[in-house]
């Protein structure tokens, strides 16, 4: 008996050390096999792999270290550690594993990033296909590629999938989106005709988005994510590279007190591209929707909008392009303090770059304050030519503006264009920060309309003229018309009326295109553009246009700044 203990002794050490003396001898091979299959695979997705070590480990698992995949630059994956087991034989190996990854970082186009957190993934794979599966207990997270010798398809479903806490969405280095729990289906196709479809069905519960858009270097240390929401997306799209086309026939988007269906098609590609939109948004809770961007309400109502547009033509000939929108406006039961304050004489605190502040008395009281009546109509024609032409035919928003700024910019490839109107800018200058996002732009649109739906057009004017920037701590326009001409409103010139307009988008940035006393000629081309569109509705005849053409500006630039409005310094005020 206990010779057979001794012989089964002697053979387990005999194996052991035939196992050990293999691994030792077929480590490297199975580890360079293992990494010509890796860079192998990459290459028929079309990408390629850099890793930094392939390590075949005495359990018989393979770790990698410092993995790249990329993808001509428009596609980067990275991660630092990953480990493929337990299986190992090279006849195992690319057909099934047990993936474990650590932090995943994914960079995508546009600025987009993506960090994956440690988890394991079962993945199968054979010649065409490849599946992984996250092994997480209670729920469905699946990723399918099947590739065919012109074709590719794409798979994932999701199910109670807690993508919170996996999955962060980062644009520019700042956190966008927390994704909460995901339910749904994504399937991308490429045709061999090269066309491409894609088929999203999908719904997040406790989805929440950050309060700011992209910025730069700390833009986003302070920044927060809304109130948690439902969000549902169904769409289909078919892209056409050969014949330059997209449709998506039918989409729908819901969140954050917001509904989105339409239908969008593109033709023409990019030599030519036309469009033709169709949206509805049956109702847009303000309140809720703000709620949802992270910011603080100034009420629980604040009204709901309904829209209907349609937008056809060609994107780069913003003349032929044919807008029809309708935007119905219900404002609160209860009118907004902060609003109903402007209907009478009220001091507004503008807060200047610096940190500085000017009280701005608005009313009169103010030796400022400049009374719609008393301003000259042909600098409120020029104004209106210059900022926004329907100021008088929409309720706050002009939504035919939008689609015809994005095409201007397009046709121009610069961002020149804005589509703010008076109601936008005026929310802007009275409650808003200077501060560009995605959060601050709803909460200007929605402050536009209770803006226009509490005040009238002329007052809503009115408070414009007298608040606006035109320069360093410079606000309201009889300020603008002393600093700058040494003149009451009512003196200026057209050519001095619309000097003071092409400062309206930029009073500091503008700054340096007069420092030498004279327009540069860039700034020149701004006054004269607006004394064209002067002369083309008739306010300046003929003779008016070219004596304004020919005019020399003489600025006067005077040092003193408002000083009957109350300037505070950097302290803030003093009393």
């Known amino acids: 008996m206990r010779s057979r203990l001794l012989w089964l002794l002697l053979v387990v050490v005999v194996v052991a050390a035939a196992a050990c003396a293999g691994f030792v001898f077929l480590r490297p091979a199975v580890e360079a096999e293992a990494r010509a299959r890796i860079e192998r695979a990459a290459h028929r997705a079309g990408l390629s792999a850099t890793i930094g070590a392939v390590q075949l480990t005495p359990w018989l698992t ?42 995943v970082v994914v960079e995508l186009p546009a600025g987009v990033r993506l960090e994956l957190a440690p988890s394991t993934w079962a993945v199968e794979s054979a010649s065409t296909v490849v599946r992984a599966r996250r092994l997480q207990a209670g729920e469905r997270l699946e990723v399918q590629a099947r590739r065919g010798p012109q074709t590719l398809e794409l798979e994932a479903h999701a199910a109670d999938a807690r993508l919170s806490g996996l999955v962060g969405i980062f644009v520019h280095g700042c956190r966008i989106a927390d ?21 999203i069905h999908g719904r997040a519960r406790a989805l929440a988005v950050a309060t700011w858009a992209t910025g730069g270097a700390g833009a986003c240390e302070d920044a927060s994510l809304g109130a948690p929401t439902d969000a549902e997306i169904e769409a289909e799209a078919r892209l056409d590279p050969a014949a330059g086309s997209l449709r998506a026939e039918r989409f729908r988007i819901a969140a954050g007190g917001a509904e989105v269906l339409g239908r969008v098609a593109v033709d023409g590609g990019l030599a030519d591209p036309r469009i033709d939109l169709e949206l509805r948004v049956p109702r847009v809770d303000f309140a809720r929707l703000l709620a949802t961007a992270g910011l603080d309400l100034p009420a629980n109502d604040l009204g709901w909008a309904s829209l209907t547009a349609t937008v056809s033509g060609p994107l780069l000939d913003p003349a032929a392009l044919r807008v029809d929108e309708r935007l119905d406006f219900n404002p609160p039961a209860r009118p907004l303090p902060s609003i109903e304050r402007l209907k009478g004489p009220f001091v507004h605190r503008a807060e200047s770059r610096d940190g500085g502040v000017t009280l701005v008395r608005v009313g009169p009281d103010s030796p400022d304050f400049d009374p719609l009546a008393e301003v000259p109509p042909l600098f409120v024609r020029t104004l209106l030519l210059g ?48 501060e560009k996002t995605v959060s601050r732009k709803l909460e200007e649109l929605a402050l536009a309309l209770l803006l226009d739906s509490s005040l009238s057009k002329d007052r809503v004017l009115e408070v414009y003229l007298n608040v606006i920037e035109w ?21 200026l010139t057209p050519k001095q009326m619309a000097f003071l307009v092409a400062l309206v988008p930029g009073p500091l940035r503008y700054q340096r295109s007069f420092a030498g006393g004279n327009p540069t000629p860039f700034f020149e081309g701004r006054i004269v553009t607006l004394l064209t569109k002067l002369h083309a509705v008739g306010a300046l005849g003929d003779e008016e246009y070219l004596s304004a053409l020919a005019e020399p500006l003489d600025l006067y630039v005077s040092d003193a700044v408002g000083p009957s409005r109350g300037d505070e310094g950097p302290g803030g005020p003093t009393g």
């Open 62 to 103: 393979l770790e990698l270290r410092d993995v790249v995949l990329e993808n001509a630059g428009r596609v980067r994956l990275m991660t630092r550690a990953a480990t493929l087991g337990p299986r190992l034989s090279v006849r195992a190996l690319g057909r099934a594993a047990r993936v474990s990854l650590g932090r």
């Open 179 to 199: 994704p909460g729990t995901v339910d749904g289906d994504v399937r991308l196709q490429r045709e061999p005709s090269g066309t491409v479809r894609l088929a």
């Open 387 to 434: 900022e926004d032409a329907n100021f008088y035919g929409h309720r706050g928003i002009d939504l035919k503006e939008v689609p015809v700024a994005i095409a201007s910019n397009l046709a121009r490839g610069t961002f020149a264009r804005g589509a703010s109107t008076i109601s936008q800018q005026l929310a802007k200058n009275l409650f808003l920060s200077r």
């Open 471 to 491: 320069g360093p701590r410079l606000y309201g326009l009889r300020p603008a018309a002393r600093h700058y001409f040494n003149k009451e409103p009512s003196d």
